[in-house]
């Protein structure tokens, strides 16, 4: 059974940092590109970053490019999100989310981790 | 990037209606949409990807279709589980974007 279970949430201040992680497991991690979404609160889904199985390739929303960082450690079955220089707009579930084979939809998704930021 | 426009933002229906959403592109994006199904405090969950194609496990009350910019999700007989929020997603180029949701109310 496929699993995605993020941790790292939490409460943080503007300008502050936050390291996302979502733990993999019941598929082979390597094989499948990567990718975080979040949902603000009450709001819509917007996908922020994606990262290739290889974890070679990266790419970020315009909104968080320059800000947060993607990586994977393909050893331990994990995806990473480094989040610096938060705002208030980044107030958000986060979720990891699997692509199915070579296409960037998402086939599996974890139950999320909320990031709060807010003095 | 592509825009997702998805209308109507709110849907209320009956136990048994037939419900469609429509999702239209800023530009061609072929086939490449997918459709999710997302309840409250829930992560999504896949419902048809390429358009058409139905995910496995999906009942066959769903369906999609279309493809260049204008997209229909179609729930043949709305069932008591169905009531919840649905997207669509481009994925045909970088950055892939979402619509802005479709909640789908009891009436």
């Known amino acids: 059974e496929v699993q995605l279970l993020e941790s790292g949430g939490g409460l943080v201040q503007p300008g502050g940092s936050l390291r996302l992680s979502c733990a993999a497991s019941g598929f082979t991690f390597s094989s499948y590109a990567m990718s975080w979404v979040r949902q603000a609160p009450g709001k819509g889904l917007e996908w922020v970053s994606g990262?290739?199985?290889?974890?070679?390739?990266?790419y970020f929303a315009d909104s968080v490019k320059g800000r947060f960082t993607v990586s994977r450690d393909n050893s331990k079955s994990t995806l990473y999100m480094q989040m610096n220089t938060l705002r208030a707009e980044d107030t958000a579930i986060y979720y990891c989310?699997?692509?199915?084979?070579?296409?960037?939809?998402?086939?599996?998704w974890g139950q999320g981790t909320l990031v709060t930021v807010s003095s | 990037d592509i825009q997702m426009t998805q209308s109507p933002s709110t849907l209320s229906a009956s136990v048994g209606d037939r419900v469609t959403i429509t999702c239209r592109a800023s530009?061609?994006?072929?086939?490449?949409l997918a459709w999710y199904q997302q309840k409250p405090g829930k992560g999504p969950k896949l419902l048809i990807y390429?358009?058409?194609n139905l995910e496995s496990g999906v009942p066959l009350r769903f369906s999609g279709s279309g493809s260049g910019t204008e997209f229909t999700l179609t729930i043949s007989s709305l069932q008591p589980d169905d009531f919840a929020t649905y997207y669509c997603?481009?994925?045909?180029?970088?950055?892939?974007?979402f619509g802005q949701g479709t909640k789908v109310e009891i009436k």
């Open positions: 990262i290739s199985d290889n974890g070679r390739n990266s």
């Open positions: 989310a699997k692509t199915f084979t070579t296409s960037w939809y998402y086939d599996y």
């Open positions: 997603q481009q994925y045909n180029s970088y950055s892939w974007t």
């Open positions: 390429k358009a058409s």
């Open positions: 530009q061609s994006i072929n086939t490449w």
